[in-house]
């Protein structure tokens, strides 16, 4: 199973800016899957954020477009969500994840968006 290691979140005031980061520990075929990042608040189940296709093709919840960059980096296995204008309801844990509900998961990361 691959290894998912995240980085970033923290707290942010309102308005403000997050980046997360998840790299992949293991030698895959990284560029064949589809990555990207799912939240779960608390009491809710757990939602795709945003994701990216092996063809690039990308896909976001709706109350985050606009505001959410995902991206990804195929020889650095990596996978990276830009967050601008966050709002309380973004807090969430964040999961970065590679092959869709079935595949792999990082550990979690809390994003708390609070003045």
């Known amino acids: 199973q691959v290894q998912l290691v995240e980085s970033g979140g923290g707290l942010v005031q309102p308005g403000g800016s997050l980046r997360l980061s998840c790299v992949a520990s293991?030698?895959?075929?990284?560029?064949?899957?589809?990555v990207g990042w799912y939240r779960q608040a608390p009491g809710k189940q757990r939602e795709l954020v945003a994701h990216?296709?092996?063809?690039?093709?990308?896909n976001y919840l709706d109350s985050v477009k606009g505001r959410f960059t995902v991206s990804r980096d195929n020889a650095k296995k990596t996978v990276s969500l830009q967050m601008n204008r966050l709002q309380p309801d973004d807090t969430a844990v964040y999961y970065c994840?590679?092959?869709?509900?079935?595949?792999?998961w990082g550990q979690g990361t809390q994003v708390t968006v609070s003045s």
């Open positions: 994840n590679i092959g869709g509900s079935t595949g792999s």
């Open positions: 293991r030698t895959i075929f990284f560029r064949g899957y589809t």
């Open positions: 990216i296709a092996s063809s690039g093709s990308i």
